[in-house]
């Protein structure tokens, strides 16, 4: 806006001075996501992340301690299906010692260096994964497909920090190109619908593992059928469990994950004794070369097995939400990683002895003695692997969902002091079908481990290259450390893809169709949403107009206060023409009211609502501004208290700010208000559909037809806002493609 600002911070409220006397409320669209992209400061560091449960040491650990039943679930249990997926043919005891040793490196690289110490870094404000990093990048680049004209910047969040000329080439580049936004967007799309894939896989791949240890002593007993049934039906039972939040259920599993970490290395330990002292020599690198050496092609396709011994790291970024760092890396470090170590070197040891026993490479080496105890944790271990990756599809369909990328479906925050916690019914139903559905079509090991791992190094690969985009445009990272942190994990990470594409045809074709169906919602969704704000924008209503409208002697100002919804830049939406040409009314308080999501985490509360007075009588702009991982769970009376709470603030401000203010006829409008609400308040939004013209294009025709049947089956979003249904009125207008 024109004119100072400043904010009521004890009202609560982001308030703009009565300088400009036209109509500023800017009001940019979140339909795309891209629309209020501040530049913001460095990425926080370690120490000033507010921990979400907890200010203590002792606090820290426990919610460590809770990470173990949701974060590390699928990455702790990968020796369960790691070995089975890998097609071995004949190994010599060389060749488990380079497995062994391309999996201790691909642990430590990978697990360690780059997402429990460097990935971890590069939180947005909290929050983690793929989209974090995207909306990151954005929001410190001032990037988007659509990059919005900013005129209202009262708030902190949205002033930039970084000025242009301070900006790298880097950045700058990103900002004049369109088809580099493009791709980016494409990228973060990519890794989002991987993750989904990853969160539909994980559990079916972990739970089948584990329970086909019942054929292994009883084989002629136990048909392969008869363990997906099983498999399917303990599924069920996992997904009708999220209802009840992440908290409960991880306070529920870490003691079963806490076991598991503690038994397998245990055999482990007990295995390197009993059949192989000598394992640990397999550290150097030199067997690594070897193995590749003797092996040549046969040795590069392994790695379609071997990189499933890293699958569930993404998770460890992308449930940051629901944890916090430092509780996360203390858990990695100290269990997750060293258990991982220990049972993949038992394993390792016993095959060497045995090694045609690669096919059950996990309950094999179990002895005898201890069997079932170890089946029963295994199998209970495999049921909370699953819980790591569908808390994390929760958290990036909820980021999707708040940035416009994905039809609106109901998100519930199943905790009051943690905000990432959330939960979809929708979602989860989904997932559990096809998660079902993957176990009873592709029952095969193996089929689904090589889907597996085309997720996982593909999703490894994406947050490789976004992370280097930090690095460079946000950390200023000296160029030699940027360098070598690409080339590491570029080649190695490229060399998992190119290894696991090979098997598309063997079961990697199905996260790649998952895929395919999740990326043509979310476009056929932006596409249409943008669209629809191009129409917006072009028929806007600006005040000139709109004081037209309102001088007709036909047209009534009627009693009673009503937010009339709006979501377009300088100026209002076409649908107020057309309300207001039809009811041939407006009511005598009017307050024009924007949900503005923000590519932040959060916005502070006393910038959540920004309200300014307009040039005609009793008419007024509210932007209620959210970020991504905020809450939008209030009472449609509360909400409504807050909004005239900072009207009056507002109005009152002008009293003191302006000389020539009228204090008597400032407190006679705050009475009008106050007259207005108790007469009646009224929520006003419009409810539009395209109409596709005999001109109109066969691409138009098909994408805005799709469009149209997502948003007539997706939720409304006033219910988020708590708004009673009876004072609900929906404005239908048909926008011409």
Not at 338 to 346: D, V
Not at 390 to 416: E, G, M, N, W
Not at 421 to 436: F, H, T
Request: aromatic residues 10%; glycine residues 8%; hydrophobic residues 45%.
């Amino acid at each position: 806006m024109s004119g100072a600002t400043r904010r009521d911070v004890s009202g609560g409220c982001g308030i703009t001075e009565p300088a400009a006397t036209q109509f500023e409320v800017s009001i940019d669209p979140p339909v795309n996501g891209h629309l209020l992209l501040p530049r913001g400061g460095l990425a926080p560091i370690a120490g000033e992340q507010t921990l979400r449960q907890g200010k203590s040491r002792w606090g820290t650990l426990l919610l460590a301690y809770k990470t173990l039943g949701v974060v590390f679930g699928g990455l702790v249990t990968s020796p369960l299906y790691v070995y089975p997926s890998m097609p071995l043919t004949s190994p010599t005891e060389e060749d488990y010692l380079g497995v062994y040793s391309i999996m201790f490196w691909t642990l430590t690289l990978i697990g360690v260096v780059k997402y429990t110490c460097v990935a971890l870094n590069a939180d947005d404000q909290g929050e983690g994964g793929t989209f974090a990093l995207y909306s990151l990048l954005c929001r410190n680049m001032n990037i988007g497909i659509l990059k919005s004209k900013r005129v209202d910047s009262n708030s902190n969040i949205l002033r930039n920090t970084l000025p242009a000329e301070k900006q790298t080439r880097l950045a700058k580049f990103f900002e004049r190109s369109i088809v580099a936004r493009r791709v980016l967007l494409f990228i973060a799309m990519l890794g989002m619908c991987m993750l989904i894939g990853d969160g539909i896989l994980t559990p079916a791949i972990s739970v089948l593992s584990a329970i086909d240890g019942l054929r292994t002593p009883f084989r002629s007993v136990v048909s392969k059928s008869l363990v997906e049934a099983l498999s399917a039906l303990v599924l069920i039972v996992l997904f009708l469990l999220q209802k009840f939040g992440t908290s409960k259920v991880s306070f529920m599993f870490s003691p079963i994950m806490g076991a598991w970490t503690l038994s397998t290395p245990l055999v482990g330990i007990y295995s390197i004794i009993k059949n192989y002292p000598g394992i640990f020599k397999a550290l150097s690198p030199v067997y690594i070369v070897r193995y590749f050496m003797r092996n040549g092609k046969n040795g590069w396709l392994s790695l379609g097995g071997t990189v499933l011994c890293i699958t569930g790291s993404e998770a460890l970024f992308a449930d940051l939400g629901h944890f916090n760092r430092a509780s996360i890396q203390i858990a990695f470090l100290f269990t997750i990683y060293p258990s991982l170590i220990l049972t993949y070197a038992g394993q390792t040891a016993y095959l060497i002895k045995h090694p045609l026993d690669h096919d059950d490479g996990f309950y094999k080496f179990i002895p005898h003695s201890i069997y079932w105890p170890i089946f029963i944790i295994s199998t209970l271990a495999a049921i909370v692997a699953s819980q790591s990756l569908i808390s994390a599809t929760f958290s990036v369909i909820k980021q999707s969902v708040v940035l416009d990328y994905f039809p609106r479906v109901k998100v519930v925050h199943t905790s009051s002091s943690n905000e990432g916690e959330v939960y979809s019914p929708e979602i989860n139903y989904i997932l559990m079908v096809l998660c079902v559905a993957v176990i009873l079509i592709f029952g095969d090991g193996k089929d689904i481990g090589n889907a597996f791992g085309v997720v996982v190094s593909l999703v490894m690969l994406i947050t490789t290259v976004l992370l280097t985009l930090v690095m460079i445009t946000i950390w200023r990272t000296p160029a030699v450390l940027v360098a070598l942190y690409f080339m590491v994990y570029f080649v190695m990470e490229g060399v998992y893809v190119s290894a696991v594409l090979t098997k598309i045809h063997e079961g990697g074709w199905i996260p790649f169709a998952i895929s395919i169906i999740l990326a043509f919602i979310m476009f056929g969704w932006f596409y249409g949403r943008q669209r629809k704000i191009e129409y917006e924008l072009t028929h806007k209503i600006d005040l000139e107009r709109l004081g037209v409208l309102l001088s007709d002697p036909g047209v009534q100002r009627v009693p009673g206060l009503c937010f009339f919804y709006t979501n377009i830049q300088d100026g209002l939406t076409p649908i107020l023409g057309h309300y207001i040409k039809n009811m041939r009314s407006l009511h005598k308080v009017t307050i024009f009211t924007t949900l503005q999501y923000l590519l932040v985490p959060k916005v502070a509360s006393h910038e959540r609502i920004v309200v300014k007075k307009l040039g005609l009588k009793g008419l007024y702009g509210c932007v209620i501004q959210y970020g991504y991982a905020d809450s939008l769970n209030h009472e449609g009376d509360e909400i409504v208290g807050q909004v005239m709470s900072c009207l009056q603030a507002h109005l009152r401000s002008m009293s003191n700010f302006e000389l020539s203010s009228d204090p008597l006829e400032v407190e006679r409008e705050v009475s009008e208000i106050e007259e207005a609400t108790r007469q009646g308040v009224v929520h006003v939004r419009g409810k539009t559909r395209f109409y596709v013209g005999p001109n109109g294009g066969w691409f138009d025709k098909v994408l805005l037809a799709f469009y149209e049947v997502l948003h007539s089956n997706c939720r409304s979003a006033l219910p988020a806002l708590g708004v009673p249904l009876q004072q609900r009125i929906e404005v239908g207008m048909l926008y011409e493609a």
